[in-house]
């Protein structure tokens, strides 16, 4: 995998998904933001199993590939690179970041891979609720209201 971004784009989409990353993670994978570079854009995304967030922005897509990076290290590090456009490339288990004259290098999560991180993230296709009259109605007393479950949103 390898890419070129604006340092901008690349601050503001990782910024955007680190706030879902877990503080008590119970896996490891919850700590770490996912590049996936296989597509016409770069798409970032995060999770903490309550809330899942993805950023996307437009970038120079030289190798596709896909890699699990520690999240929050990766937003100290966008947030402290100069405002150049920034390169990022997967070099085996390690993460080259350069901007400029800066270059970091870092160890990738190496008991995580992208599939089982992706599992994470699915959320079901459809969803069903049987309520009951009474259930319906108090649903509807709270007009209004938005009612939110891990899988679930009702507005009404």
Known sequence: MK????????????NWVSRSLST????????GIK?????????LSGSDLET????????????????????KLLAEICRSLPNKPISI????????????????????????NTQTFQSFLK???????ILSQQQLHRLQSLQ???IHYPHLLVCM
């Open 89 to 112: 490339t997967l070099d085996g288990t390690r993460v080259l970041v350069t901007s400029g004259s800066a270059n970091l290098l870092f160890q990738l999560f190496l008991s995580t």
């Open 35 to 43: 590049i996936d570079a296989t597509g016409d854009e770069v798409i």
């Open 144 to 146: 209004g209201a938005m």
């Open 52 to 71: 899942s967030s993805k950023a996307h922005f437009k970038a120079d897509i030289l190798e596709k590939g896909a890699v699990l990076v520690p999240g």
């Open 24 to 31: 008590r993670p119970i896996k490891t994978e919850l700590l």
């Open 123 to 129: 959320q079901p296709e459809q969803l069903q609720a």
């Open 3 to 14: 890419f070129t971004v604006d340092q901008n784009s690349l601050t503001d989409g990782v």
